[in-house]
Structure formats: C-alpha cells, structure tokens
C-alpha cells in the first residue's frame, strides 16, 4: 500500500529544501493514488511514456472550488492550474491539440534563431551591470540583485516592452508570479490586488498591441500582432494577451529558479563551480545537470480523458494526473547515482524542460541566460560563500526556489 | 593461415543485420573466430540515407559508413557473394570458389533491387536504388540536370526519390498502377494525401498507370511506353519495383527458401524443406520469413532498419543460448520516411485492414495519426508529421488493443472514419517474378 499523503507532504513547506527523499518513497510506487483521488507519476520511464500519450489533457483540468470572477483571462490568473475556462481564453501551457498547436506555432515563429542569438548580448551586458552593481558590498543577494532582474529585461527585450515601461513591467510580473504559484493560497485582499494587477496588465497590453499594429517593430509583439493573409490579425486580442503575459511569467519565473538553483548547487560543489570558473566551456554540461539534479519546475499537473494502464497501475478517467518531473529526473532506473551532482554524465535526458507537446518554447533562451549568469558569477565573485544553507524558500512546491540566497564575497572582480 | 582450429561462426551478408548480428554475438562473450562474408566491396553502411540525402547531394555516397559499436575482430570476406550451402559438410562456398567451414550460421543476406523486367532493360540511364554503388551512379546522373525524370512504382523508394527530384528543381512523373502512391503500405484513404502532397510539389503523378516498355537512342534511354499507349519522354528512369529476397545462393541447401525469404521458426533459426530447424544456422533481417507472434504466427518478412538491428541482436542471443532457452522473436514492423516535407512513420503491419480511423490532427492539415483495423483489432498506426503520438499507438497495437484504440484522447472530436482503401488484388504491372514489398508476404 502506498502512502496516500505523499503529495501532500511535497506541498508541505518544510519539506521544500528537500524534497528529494519524498521523491524517493514515491518512486516505490511508479503510479500511486493520493487520498484526493489525484495520481502521482514518478519514475522516469513512466513520465515518459506518459508526456506522449494522447490521453492526457492539460485542457479539462478539474474544476477549482473557488468562484470564478466571471473574467476568464482573470480567473485563470487566479486559479492558474484547476480552474475550468472557456476554451478561447486560456494560455497555450493549459490547451490542448489541435489549438494548442495553432498557437505555439505563431510563438515558435516569432522566437527565431537570430532573436535568441541578439538576446545573447544583451544578456551578457546585463549580467555584468548587475554585478557591477554590487561593487563594494560584502553580500551579494542573489535573487534580488540577478536572477530576478535579468528575465523580465530580457523577455521585456524580446516582447518589445518600451525601456520606460520597464519598471512598471517589472512589478507586474512579480505579483503575477506569486499568483501563479500552483498551491498559491490568497486571502480576499491578496486577490483583490492581484486581479487589479492583471486589470493594469492586460489594458497596458493591449495598447501596446495596437501600437505594435501601427508601427511595427523588429520584435515578438509586432510579429504576433502581424496581419497574415487577408489582412486579418494571425491572432486574436485575447490570444494575443494571454500569450504575451505566459511568456512574462512563465518565461521568468521559471529563470529565476533555475539561475539561483544553478548558483546554490554550485556553491554547495565547491570543485564544479572551480572547474566551470577555470572551463567555461563546460558551461552547457553543468546547466543540463542543474536542469536534472535542481530543476526549475518539480510537476506539472493533467488530467486522465480516459482509463491509462501504466507502469503496471491504471489510472481511471477522470483522474487529475501530477507528473513528478523532478522525481523522474532521479530516478535511479535511469540515471546512475542520480543524487550525485556530475556534469560529466552522459545521456542526461532529463524532465527539466518538461516534454512532449508542452515542452519548454523558452529552452533555448533560458539555457543562454543561465549560462551566461553562472559563467560570470563564477569568474566575478571573488571568494563566494554560501551564507545560509538551506537558504529560505519561495512558497512554491512545483515551481521550487530560494526566495533568496545570500552569498558573502571577498569582492568583485 | 586462416582455417585454423575451429571454423567458428561465419556470418553470411555484411550490411546492417550482419553487423550489429556479429556485434551481438561479441557483447554475449562469443570469443571464437567471426567470419564476415559480403557481397559488395564495402564495409557495412547505412541505407536509409541513400535515398535521401545522397540523391540530394548533401551527403556523399560513401560517407554512409555504420559506425561499428563493438571491436569485432572478425574476418571480413567483401566483395566475395556467397554461392552454395552444404550443410552436410557444414561448408560455405563463396563465388570465387573459396569454401568456409562454419560451425554456426547467421544469415543476413538481405535482399536486392527488383531490376526492370520489361524490353528496354539494357539501356544507360536506368537506374535502381539499393547499394551504395547505385545511389552514387543515380546521384552523379541526377547532377547532370535530366530533362524529365521517370520513377516507376510509388513505395517507399520510388516517393523518397521523386521528393528528392523535386527539391533539385528537376520534372518528375511517378507511375503506379494503384490509385495512389504508397496504396500497398498504408491503403488509398492515406495515400491520397500523400499524392495530394506530392501534386503540391510539382510530381506528375499518373496513378492506375503502368510502363509496358522502355526504349532509346544509342543505347540512352528516351522515351517509356504506357500500357494505354502513350509515350513519355525521359532520359532517366529510376525502378523502384520493390526487392527479392537474396536466396538464390541457397538453392541447393535443402533450406524452405525462395524469393520471398528464407523461413525460420520464431527463434530465427533456418527451416529446412523437411520442415525441421537446424540448430546451427539462424536469419535475421530482409531475408528472414519468421512467425510474429505480434500477429498470430502469421509467417512475415519485414524490410525495415529497425527489424535489421533488433531481429540480427535477438538470433544472436539465441545463437548463444542454449536451446532450452531460446526466446521467440517478437517484432513490431516500424519505419520512419521523409519526403515532400513530411515526416512519415508507421508502427505495426497494415496487412488485411478493414478499417482505419483518423485520430489526431486531420488530414487537411497534412499532419495526422490514423490507426489501422482488422477484425476490432488496432493492427497498425500511421503518422503524418505527428509522431509523438505514435509510441503511445504503437504500445496499443503491441497489446492488441481494440480498434480504435483510444476513444478518448485529446484532439478527438473530430474523429473521421476512413475505408483504408488497400488494392485488393496484386495488378500484374511492371513485373516478372511474384511481387513482394516490404513487410507484405
């Protein structure tokens, strides 16, 4: 019999700094029932096969217990992962298949190869301004002085944000984010802000839209709000400003966890961080090893449309589905000494990025900046130590981070 | 100096089920001679590419090499085709006269291009797909810039092939006497699509069509003669008219073998015409003619890459095992294809479908999953530039699932139920010997 509350004790935030040996008893069980009727999928080879099965719907997510707001864009914002909204209102992260498709296509299209490539520089001079930034302190604190400001100007960047609208952006997309949390709990007041923030958001999004329409840009933004054929809009407005605020906050969210995780694991390997200082060619292995060891996002939630035999269980119809992508990515069925930190394994196949259909658009752009952060890091902090470990965590159990992670330093080179 | 102490395991045919065969053998511990005996000159090498990106020139010829996974150290006899069997003396004669005792035999002998059977057969400018040698020759003819390009038979080569006479800008016809290409493989309901496609990009396809001769100009062919009686003008010609099994070595061998393949039971090993195995010769790949237990016993030969690798690693294992515990092969049929911008893959056998249903994506698009029926049964699924799908199908069709497979899926409110539309009878078109294709016996 397995354990009924495995789940709830992942949510549990004492267990956030440690998840791992939670992850482990599950993987005794590959598919095991929770008492709220859901199903956690946890070894490897069951989450992959699952990622591709047809039968997994991230559409018709179960229902939420809390009253809509009447605005769906409003209430997904509010109730990101159980609440049911109308179909055409929804961000491309909760469709499915044939829309799912449509939609990723226009943002695959707009995240070309050359627009990643400029991100590139611009990436890299962020970076150092930040640090410069900390000239002179003994204490960098890394959340608030990197991992957190880098994202949103390079999504800002990408989207075609104007530079003075920046900092307002900027807020936005931080309480957004608390909001997005997926076991995010809000008094009246709490939510009241949020919807107020996604209120301001959406109207600022949509005058942008209409300027990107009149005056065209070499941007994201203009480019989804591109007439296509016929001179009709290649996406609708609701479309247009679901997507732009998912590429905000999932595109940022997701960064800061995966630069600061990157940092904590490296500070906490004292020898890799050595040997990525000394290498910075090896850059791309250790921030795959980061993605398996520390992803960024730990699960992600679906739900059976019909009956699923796998790994030896059948999930019913019906059944919400929690896909424990950290929990595959150590298994050890697949990936020998999973809990050891090696940028040398090969075949390191792992759930970072998620999978399947709903795999990360961002990938490319994330590994760039989580490189670019973790080099220069390592080459300018001289002597860096970590001040708390574990350091305090964000409230989220899926989208899992340090709120902050304070690093003394001997200087700035 | 080579016939020393004992003869050891002679592994007949050197392409990719004689390699990964004799790489098997080695990872089990096999220490005792290895002998590698093939046809052609080369080392083994990769197919696949031949009709793809060699025809198109983006890679040569002979930079198909297969890397080699396990140091082999074996003997290799290239260039030398096998010629005879004696069993009773447990020697193998190659055509250079050369004999080769053995002690154990994996075969994997493959097969060979159906050449073109009809008048006009000696003229230059014709051409097959199959070898490394055939893929450099057409591509060098390709480069010159033909006027028109024929390729008769619309399988899986002759398509690859036309896709790829598009993409080097030059005139395509593609002639088939089914109503559609591919109509053997996956049924016309799916092969229209693809003619759809292929129109789109500029072939000139005549399905229903056949070539009843071939004829020239100082020995240059020029022109092909349509059954209906209309003349075309070409000045190159690619045969894509499917494979016979590569067996004729094995004549006199008293093996149950012709050109359809040579029949094993479901451990691999060889059948003789007294209807016993012989313990100590085994097939895999091309050749092989096996009982799938994935398809009730049914005797198949599969011509696919992955049955070359997967079926050539299962022979070896129970060439090393006792025979007590000799496993039966399990195979389910699976190719990938591009062409015309479309990544095609099937996973199961089509054979004797009487249903099809459309269950992801839509056939407007050009991008679908459909899955093939027999009897309420899931037999087969089809992916038109929708292949993550297909492994969840493919493990269905594996566990006989009910057709179709899953009623409820995402992206399936449109579910649009199809007659798979398979020929049902061989036309006698452009042919001599009994026809074969692939994974069809």
Redesign the interface.
Known sequence: MSDETLFAQVLDPKNRADPYPLYARMRETPVSRQADGSYLVSTHAALS?LI??????S?DLPPSRRPATGNPLKDWILNPIRNRVVNAHRPLIFR???DHDTLRGFVMKEFTIARVRDAHAKVATLVDALIDKCRGRDTVCLVDDLSYPLPVAVICELLGVPEADERQFHAWATRLATALEPDARHDEAGRREIAATFDAISDYMRRLIREKRRHPADDMLSGLAARGGRGRPVMGDIDLISTAILLLVAGHETTVNLITNGMLTLLRHPDELEKLKADPERAPRVIEEILRYEPPVHFRTRKA???IAVAGATIP?GSPVVLMLAAGNRDPARFTQPDRFDPERNDNQHFGFGG??HYCVGAPLARIEAEIALVTLCRRLVAPRLLDDPPPYRPGASLRGPKNLGIAIAGIA | MTEVQRPGIVVVGASLAGLRGAEALRDRGYDGPLTLVGDEPHRPYDRPPLSKHVLAGELPADATALPQLTRLRAQWRLGRPAAALDRERRVLHLADGATLPYEKLLIATGARARTWPGDGADLAGIFTIRTRDDARDLRAALAKTPGRVLVIGAGLIGCEAASCCRDLGLAVTLVDPNPTPLARLLGTAIGATLAERMRGAGVDFRPKTMVRALSGEAGQVRRAHFAGGEVLETDLVIVALGATRDTGWLAAAGLAADAGGLTCDGACRAISIAGEPDSDIYAAGDVARWPNPLYGDRPMTVEHWGNAVDQARHAAANMMAAPSAQQPYRHLPAFWSSQFGLNIKLAGHTAGADALAL????RASHRFLAVYGKAGRSIAAVSFDEA??L??YA?AVAAGARFPP???????PRVERLEPGFPAARPPAHRAAPALEASHV
């Open positions: 096969s591709f099965d047809p039968r997994l719907s559409e499915d298949p044939p449309l019909g009956a119809a399947g259909l | 269950v992801q994506g839509s993550r799908w492994p969840a493990e899953f009623p409820d899926a995402i992206d399936q």
